[in-house]
């Protein structure tokens, strides 16, 4: 069943697709969905042990395609690389992946117009911090539960407004997110969810994770003038 039917009005409907992304000589599977007009897109970046199929990240993903912005969940590495614990680590090889993923919807016509964010968890919020900071052409990031501090010195080249979203159960997080917070540049914000642990299990952290996440995205995936 479609989880977005088109609307009473008859407005057409969500648009999803399996896509198929190009990095180097490895190809990365991925699931695009596009709503009617959406005013943005962002390319998830999942923390390590997890995937395009994060029961996590697709839910936030759901809550964004909701309020009109497109998402692009897609696996930064293959099967057999994610085997490797230093690949699932590679911060430099994950915001590369990342960035082929950023280009590769750049190219296509339908999405070339559409500003870009990133939303980043775990280790993977470190990788799109270090991807944005590269890359002028990203407008927003949204980190939960991320490792930001393991973007290092490139935290101060990030010039994508960045919210950092940790839970408030999830001590040791919360202190390198304030380190990485501290080093950040750019437009900021750090949010502490009460109770919430490291994943964000406990009833209604997720649900509010996505509310800040839609509002941060909504805010600033703005075609520049």
Not at 98 to 117: I, Y
Not at 157 to 181: H, Y
Request: aromatic share 4%.
């Amino acid at each position: 069943m479609n989880p977005h039917p088109p609307s009473a009005a008859g407005d057409a409907a969500i648009r999803e697709q399996q896509v198929s992304i190009l990095s180097g000589s490895k190809r990365l599977e991925g699931n695009l969905t596009v709503p009617p007009e959406a005013s943005g897109l962002v390319l998830f970046a999942h923390g390590s042990g997890s995937s395009r199929l994060s029961p996590r990240n697709v839910a936030v993903a759901r809550t964004l395609n909701d309020a009109g912005i497109g998402t692009l969940l897609f696996d930064l590495l293959t099967e057999g690389e994610a085997a490797s614990r230093s690949n699932v680590f590679d911060l430099g090889l994950l915001a590369e992946r990342l960035d082929a993923g950023a280009r590769w919807c750049r190219a296509r016509a339908e999405l070339a117009s559409l500003p870009q964010g990133y939303f980043g968890a775990s280790t993977g919020a470190g990788a799109a911090l270090v991807a944005a900071a590269g890359d002028s052409a990203i407008h927003a990031v949204v980190s939960r539960g991320g490792r930001p501090d393991l973007a290092g010195e490139h935290l101060s080249l990030v010039k994508a407004p960045t919210l950092l979203i940790v839970g408030g159960a999830d001590a040791p997080v919360i202190g390198l997110n304030e380190q990485a917070l501290s080093a950040l540049t750019c437009v900021k914000s750090l949010v502490i969810i009460p109770g919430a642990t490291h994943l964000f299990e406990e009833p209604g952290t997720l649900e509010e994770v996505s509310r800040l996440a839609s509002g941060w995205f909504t805010k600033y995936l703005r075609r520049r003038q």
